[in-house]
């Protein structure tokens, strides 16, 4: 009998771009498969506040009002995302589940290095302590991209207002073009495709399925 292998899947993209919708209803694709998964948030969210730390430190990490460099963003986001992988990510894996997460550290490369200007050498470096190669290679990422930046924007408020002013939300154009920009070069650099997210749901997720199925 062949032991069940759980798969790492990455769904990337700038802020708005539909990641948190796309999990849900890959996760549905993948159950209807008999395919057990569990959702990842980096970092962290409602879904992941078994990881204690990790919903801690992302109540730093979005608050805006608390100043503080790229480096610290990196050690914020690295503890998070240790503790998340440690804790809830390599035990769902090790159970032959599949972990379906919206971010891993392309973020990191997009917000931290190209968007706030730190060593690329410098993430790599951290994120290799904090994580593992597993971490490091996801089996299947994708990057989702939306060029209409108006629309984006209409996205991101439709969720309402925010309890404190949000650290990269917030942050004006030329600093969202580096991340949009980032996640392009990201995506060419490590070879992961880029999808449209200007389409519909339901064609979006058709188009990661279509990604995803070849490792079913």
């Given at each position: 009998m062949?032991?069940?292998?759980?798969?790492?899947?990455?769904?990337?993209?700038?802020?708005?771009?539909?990641k948190t919708t796309q999990i849900d209803r890959i996760r549905e694709r993948l159950s209807e498969h008999s395919i057990t998964s569990i959702e990842l948030h980096e970092p962290a969210s409602e879904e992941n506040e078994s990881v204690l730390i990790?919903?801690?430190?992302?109540?730093?990490?979005?608050?805006?009002?608390?100043?503080?460099?790229?480096?610290?963003?990196?050690?914020?986001?690295?503890?998070?995302?240790?503790?998340?992988w440690r804790q809830l990510a390599?035990?769902?894996?090790?159970?032959?589940?599949?972990?379906?997460?919206?971010?891993?550290?392309?973020?990191?490369?997009?917000?931290?290095?190209?968007?706030?200007?730190?060593?690329?050498?410098?993430?790599?470096?951290?994120?290799?302590?904090?994580?593992?190669?597993?971490y490091i290679k996801p089996d299947i990422?994708?990057?989702?991209?939306?060029?209409?930046?108006?629309?984006r924007q209409k996205r991101i408020e439709s969720r309402g207002e925010l309890q404190d002013p949000d650290t990269f939300e917030s942050k004006g154009d030329e600093f969202q073009q580096k991340v949009k920009d980032a996640y392009l070069a990201i995506a060419h650099s490590y070879e992961i495709p880029v999808l449209s997210a200007s389409k519909s749901k339901s064609e979006v997720t058709d188009d990661i399925w279509n990604i995803i199925k070849q490792d079913i």
């Open positions: 062949t032991e069940k292998i759980g798969k790492y899947v990455v769904i990337e993209g700038h802020d708005g771009t539909g990790a919903a801690a430190l992302r109540k730093i990490i979005k608050n805006g009002s608390l100043e503080r460099d790229a480096l610290t963003n990196l050690f914020l986001f690295s503890a998070s995302r240790r503790e998340l390599l035990p769902a894996l090790e159970r032959g589940e599949w972990v379906v997460a919206a971010r891993n550290y392309y973020s990191t490369l997009a917000y931290q290095g190209y968007g706030e200007g730190l060593d690329i050498d410098v993430i790599h470096s951290m994120t290799k302590q904090a994580t593992d190669k597993r990422a994708v990057i989702l991209n939306l060029d209409d930046e108006s629309e």
